[in-house]
């Protein structure tokens, strides 16, 4: 086991030991506040985008439901022909940078998240760990009433007009302190500051979302099978920030009887990581699907049935109603 992953766990299970990290949290905590400090008296350039920036993020480490938030709002937008484009840090993609992310885009260039927000909504999307200059390569090629970034919510030189904090209430904060001791980015002061959405499946905010569970779908089509059986053995593979919300996923769908097998969130997959003793189906997410596409094209003489359990974000009312005036302020119109 990694040792990111052993810290992983200990965050998970708030283990007594962090405490011999708290000096490096002490570390982190000023060197984030002296950084953020620099941006707001001017020390260090800021970035104003010629449309307006909304800005998707989380101060926890680790997967919060951010993604498929983002994917609802841009359909959402695009509903109402509000002309929304996505920038990213593209984190596992190689680029070259800024990279423009289409249907066609590999996740080893432009990043796992990137290439599944583009298949499920078709968004003009760049990518880059230059905020500005996917900006701007989004604005040569399209015309657009707003920019979504997906993340960069502590990326201090882009401003931004809207700010999204998703808060996924199955983890909390943990032991709320910061890097490493915990697995906060910042300060849980930082929620009062922004638009927070509560992720949660018993909503307790009137702005909360959850996420619904599509039907499995198969991945590879040269297989002997097409439908989908819960009460079968399947090797459970995982590579996103918090794995035990997709075994609770597997829960929701009845599934029982599987073998967990985690990596490390933006995996690069190999087709050796798919290969197991007992050739049984395997079952993932989406999100580590898009990766295994690419696999599947390289070797075609793979077979075993893998399974996609598909989520979808469901926004409370308060969420539309919120974004819809947040907008209209910004002088973006509704049709």
């Given at each position: 086991?990694?040792?990111?992953?052993?810290?992983?766990?200990?965050?998970?299970?708030?283990?007594?030991?962090?405490?011999?990290?708290?000096?490096?949290?002490?570390?982190?905590?000023?060197?984030?506040?002296?950084?953020?400090?620099?941006?707001?008296?001017?020390?260090?350039?800021?970035?104003?985008?010629?449309?307006?920036?909304?800005?998707?993020?989380?101060?926890?480490?680790?997967?919060?439901?951010?993604?498929?938030?983002?994917?609802?709002?841009?359909?959402?937008?695009?509903?109402?022909?509000?002309?929304?484009?996505?920038?990213?840090?593209?984190?596992?993609?190689?680029?070259?940078?800024?990279?423009?992310?289409?249907?066609?885009?590999?996740?080893?260039?432009?990043?796992?998240?990137?290439?599944?927000?583009?298949?499920?909504?078709?968004?003009?999307?760049?990518?880059?760990?230059?905020?500005?200059?996917?900006?701007?390569?989004?604005?040569?090629?399209?015309?657009?009433?707003?920019?979504?970034?997906?993340?960069?919510?502590?990326?201090?030189?882009?401003?931004?007009?809207?700010?999204?904090?998703?808060?996924?209430?199955?983890?909390?904060?943990?032991?709320?302190?910061?890097?490493?001791?915990?697995?906060l980015r910042e300060p849980k002061s930082r929620l009062s500051e922004s638009t927070v959405i509560e992720h949660t499946k018993i909503a307790q905010a009137q702005r909360n979302m959850h996420?619904?569970?599509?039907?499995?779908?198969?991945?590879?089509?040269?297989?002997?099978?097409?439908?989908?059986?819960?009460?079968?053995?399947?090797?459970?593979?995982?590579?996103?920030?918090?794995?035990?919300?997709?075994?609770?996923?597997?829960?929701?769908?009845?599934?029982?009887?599987?073998?967990?097998?985690?990596?490390?969130?933006?995996?690069?997959?190999?087709?050796?990581?798919?290969?197991?003793?007992?050739?049984?189906?395997?079952?993932?997410?989406?999100k580590d699907a898009v990766k295994f596409k690419t696999l599947l094209k390289q070797h075609p003489e793979f077979t075993t049935p893998i399974w996609v359990v598909p989520v979808e974000a469901?926004?409370?009312?308060?969420?539309?109603?919120?974004?819809?005036?947040?907008?209209?302020?910004?002088?973006?119109?509704?049709?």
């Amino acid at each position: 086991m990694s040792m990111a992953q052993r810290l992983q766990d200990a965050w998970n299970e708030q283990a007594s030991w962090l405490v011999v990290l708290r000096p490096l949290s002490w570390l982190y905590r000023f060197g984030f506040c002296a950084n953020k400090a620099l941006y707001q008296h001017g020390i260090k350039p800021v970035y104003k985008a010629p449309v307006p920036v909304m800005v998707i993020g989380n101060i926890t480490v680790g997967g919060s439901g951010k993604t498929p938030l983002l994917i609802q709002l841009v359909k959402y937008l695009q509903q109402h022909h509000v002309r929304v484009g996505v920038i990213s840090r593209g984190y596992g993609g190689e680029g070259p940078f800024p990279l423009l992310v289409t249907q066609r885009s590999e996740p080893d260039a432009a990043g796992d998240e990137p290439c599944l927000i583009v298949q499920s909504t078709h968004v003009p999307m760049a990518v880059g760990p230059n905020r500005q200059a996917s900006i701007e390569l989004l604005l040569e090629n399209e015309q657009l009433d707003l920019i979504i970034s997906d993340d960069g919510l502590q990326h201090w030189a882009l401003a931004r007009q809207i700010e999204w904090i998703v808060l996924d209430q199955n983890r909390g904060l943990g032991n709320e302190k910061l890097l490493p001791e915990g697995y906060l980015r910042e300060p849980k002061s930082r929620l009062s500051e922004s638009t927070v959405i509560e992720h949660t499946k018993i909503a307790q905010a009137q702005r909360n979302m959850h996420l619904a569970l599509g039907q499995p779908y198969l991945l590879n089509a040269n297989t002997d099978t097409n439908w989908f059986d819960p009460n079968q053995y399947f090797n459970a593979v995982v590579g996103i920030g918090f794995p035990q919300r997709f075994y609770q996923t597997l829960a929701s769908l009845t599934v029982q009887q599987y073998q967990a097998h985690e990596f490390p969130d933006h995996h690069d997959y190999e087709i050796d990581d798919l290969i197991f003793e007992n050739h049984d189906a395997i079952i993932t997410t989406e999100k580590d699907a898009v990766k295994f596409k690419t696999l599947l094209k390289q070797h075609p003489e793979f077979t075993t049935p893998i399974w996609v359990v598909p989520v979808e974000a469901v926004l409370s009312a308060d969420c539309y109603d919120l974004l819809k005036q947040q907008l209209q302020h910004l002088g973006i119109q509704f049709s």
